[in-house]
């Protein structure tokens, strides 16, 4: 029901942009969030944002180069990579979960927090 893409081969310094398409439900009024996991890591969060897009959450590593966006009326959720690093090189989890309750910033961080999760888009960055 959550579809990554936009991954790929880039250089270091270059951009990407991820796209989590939602079918089969609405999505809107779920938080929607990008983990990453690295070969030999454990998964990573990277951002969140909350179901009306006024709330956004960052990892301090990507805070910066990384800004997370919706577009509720497209059921997509977007991830602008900017400044790219070799360190980001992994793959990249789109996630929903939540409602539109007020939640405590914490929780975002969290996996467990998402109900919903797409099968994983490779970003490899060249250095």
């Known amino acids: 029901q959550l579809q990554a893409s936009g991954g790929g081969l880039v250089q270091a310094g270059g951009s990407l942009r991820l796209s989590c398409a939602a079918s089969g439900r609405t999505f809107s009024s779920y938080a929607g969030a990008w983990f990453r996991q690295a070969p030999g890591k454990e998964r990573e969060f990277v951002a969140a944002?909350?179901?009306?897009?006024?709330?956004?959450y960052y990892a301090d590593s990507v805070k910066g180069r990384f800004t997370i966006s919706r577009d509720n009326a497209k059921n997509t959720v977007y991830l602008q990579m900017n400044s790219l690093k070799p360190e980001d090189t992994a793959v990249y989890y789109c996630?929903?979960?939540?409602?539109?309750?007020?939640?405590?910033?914490?929780?975002?961080?969290?996996?467990?927090?998402?109900?919903?999760w797409g099968q994983g888009t490779l970003v490899t960055v060249s250095s």
């Open positions: 944002i909350s179901w009306s897009g006024g709330s956004t």
């Open positions: 996630a929903a979960g939540g409602s539109t309750r007020p939640y405590t910033a914490s929780r975002y961080y969290t996996g467990n927090f998402y109900d919903y």
